[in-house]
T-cell receptor, first 111, second 114 residues
Framework: EDQVTQSPEALRLQEGESSSLNCSYTVSGLRGLFWYRQDPGKGPEFLFTLYSAGEEKEKERLKATLTKKESFLHITAPKPEDSATYLCASPGSSNTGKLIFGQGTTLQVKP | GAVVSQHPSRVICKSGTSVKIECRSLDFQATTMFWYRQFPKQSLMLMATSNEGSKATYEQGVEKDKFLINHASLTLSTLTVTSAHPEDSSFYIC??????????FGPGTRLTVL
């Protein structure tokens, strides 16, 4: 069964304290691993798509990496405005386009 | 690019009335659109998938007669909550995808049924 699992559920950092969020997946025939950011009361905002092991993508203080079993979202020198819930998702093997979401990691960055 | 809009952003209605929510892809043609609902501090729950010109496919447990979905064009899908009741109060979010599986989400609609 296709599955996406995120850890930790919640993460508190001091401003400037770098860390990583983990997304483990078991999906047959991976057709992409997506990262989204969701702020309270808003829809998820697309961040990255990764397709193959070894691929990396960066955007400002965020860098996403992918291995054959997991993906990491590295946050370098975070700022309070990086506080949000980060979601990891992947299309299942059923080819319906439906996304399987992890439960999310809620990040709080304190000044 | 890849902007999805939703209208209205908030709606308050009386129990028993129907509410329509619009979802538009502004700068791309969406072959597939998805409707989700989200309760506070919970993950997104997929309600249905719709393809342009076809009937929507509903997830198990979602009443298709209560949540009517119309995907009339490659840029517009609507969700109508019929005979809304307080338990239908929630945050409804649409998403759209084109030739890749990447889904782009709208800003969401907060529905409150009194």
């Amino acid at each position: 069964e296709d599955q996406v699992t995120q850890s930790p559920e919640a993460l508190r950092l001091q401003e400037g304290e770098s860390s990583s969020l983990n997304c483990s997946y078991t999906v047959s025939g991976l057709r992409g691993l997506f990262w989204y950011r969701q702020d309270p009361g808003k829809g998820p905002e697309f961040l990255f798509t990764l397709y193959s092991a070894g691929e990396e993508k960066e955007k400002e203080r965020l860098k996403a990496t992918l291995t054959k079993k997991e993906s990491f979202l590295h946050i370098t020198a975070p700022k309070p405005e990086d506080s949000a819930t980060y979601l990891c998702a992947s299309p299942g093997s059923s080819n319906t386009g439906k996304l399987i979401f992890g439960q999310g990691t809620t990040l709080q960055v304190k000044p | 690019g890849a902007v999805v809009s939703q209208h209205p952003s908030r709606v308050i209605c009386k129990s028993g009335t129907s509410v329509k929510i619009e979802c538009r892809s502004l700068d791309f043609q969406a072959t597939t659109m998805f409707w989700y609902r989200q309760f506070p501090k919970q993950s997104l729950m997929l309600m249905a998938t719709s393809n342009e010109g076809s009937k929507a496919t509903y997830e198990q447990g979602v009443e298709k007669d209560k949540f009517l979905i119309n995907h009339a064009s490659l840029t517009l899908s609507t969700l109508t909550v019929t005979s809304a009741h307080p338990e239908d109060s929630s945050f409804y979010i649409c998403s759209a995808s084109s030739i890749t599986d990447t889904q782009y989400f709208g800003p969401g609609t907060r529905l409150t049924v009194l």
